[in-house]
């Protein structure tokens, strides 16, 4: 990864531009034409550099709610149990900890009466019962960005 690669990916993350042509927008910016970008950017998908771009969405304005879920299951049935909470749409992403409760993910739906009844379908299909709710009581928003 050289320095061009590092400012798009500095332009990308949180500026991506809403234009007809993003990318011609972007190789405007770091002096380059519009498919050399497009190439660079390729490979730094390729590379693993890049996991996805895609847009934030403020899951409040649209009216759902969301939650964290932290969940104590036996290390022998971790896999099954992803593969479980991974078919819910509304699960953006999971982690693994090493915690008493080791696999914590969240999930975003129209209400939370819905993420109650996904969690107790959840526990029933994979027989694990320690799944903690834990909605945020206030929302701390920071701006991640990360100078490449």
């Known amino acids: ?3 061009t690669d590092r400012a798009i990916i500095n332009i990308i993350q949180s500026d991506f531009p809403i234009a007809p042509r993003p990318y011609q927008e972007i190789a405007e910016k770091v ?3 519009e498919q050399e970008v497009l190439s660079r950017v390729k490979s730094l998908k390729e590379e693993g ?5 895609g847009g934030n969405f403020d899951s409040r304005r649209l009216d759902f709610t969301s ?3 932290a969940a104590k299951v036996p290390e022998d049935q971790i896999d099954r149990f992803v593969e479980v909470v991974n078919q819910y749409p509304g699960v953006t992403h999971n982690y693994l900890r090493t915690h008493e409760y080791n696999v914590w993910f969240t999930f975003i739906a129209p209400n939370m009466a819905f993420i109650e009844n996904a969690l107790k379908e959840i526990s029933m299909v994979t027989g694990v019962t320690e799944i903690r709710n834990l909605p ?4 701390f928003k920071i701006r991640v960005d990360f100078e490449v």
Not at 49 to 53: A, S
Not at 136 to 139: P, R
């Open 1 to 3: 990864m050289d320095d």
């Open 31 to 33: 002096h380059l034409s």
């Open 49 to 53: 550099v890049i996991r996805r771009i």
């Open 67 to 69: 939650t964290l879920c």
């Open 136 to 139: 945020a009581v206030k929302m």
